[in-house]
């Protein structure tokens, strides 16, 4: 069974770093791109990150630039999302996603596989 597992979300104070990790259990993706998304409610789920099969293409929003960290270990089949000086505006579900292909685009529907999500508040 395919299974995108988040974890490490949480309430920090703005400012404050978080890492966020996503667990394949069925490890299957070591072959595609993966990438971070994220949505509050009444809103449209929103690109946040994405990294390449093999690490090598890593592509952000802009929002994310500069502050958020994408990275992934094909040996513990985890990938993460380092999340420094964190804002009032990040707060959010955050949800991991596998690519159908191996580049990581910012369109979510090229995305076939998601988490449960993790929720990220951060309080100002």
């Known amino acids: 069974q395919v299974r995108l597992v988040e974890s490490g979300g949480g309430s920090v104070q703005a400012g404050a770093s978080l890492r966020i990790s996503c667990v394949d259990s069925?490890?299957?993706?070591?072959?595609?791109?993966m990438g971070w998304f994220r949505q509050t409610p009444g809103n449209e789920r929103e690109f946040v990150a994405g990294?390449?099969?093999?690490?090598?293409?890593?592509n952000y929003a802009n929002s994310a630039k500069g502050r958020f960290v994408i990275s992934r270990d094909k040996t513990r089949n985890a990938l993460y999302l380092q999340m420094n000086d964190l804002k009032p505006e990040d707060t959010a579900l955050y949800y991991c996603?596998?690519?159908?292909?191996?580049?990581?685009?910012?369109?979510?529907?090229?995305?076939?596989?998601w988490g449960q999500g993790t929720q990220v508040t951060v309080s100002s």
């Open positions: 996603a596998a690519s159908r292909g191996s580049v990581p685009a910012i369109d979510q529907n090229t995305y076939n596989y």
């Open positions: 069925g490890r299957l993706f070591s072959n595609n791109a």
């Open positions: 990294i390449s099969w093999n690490g090598g293409v890593l």
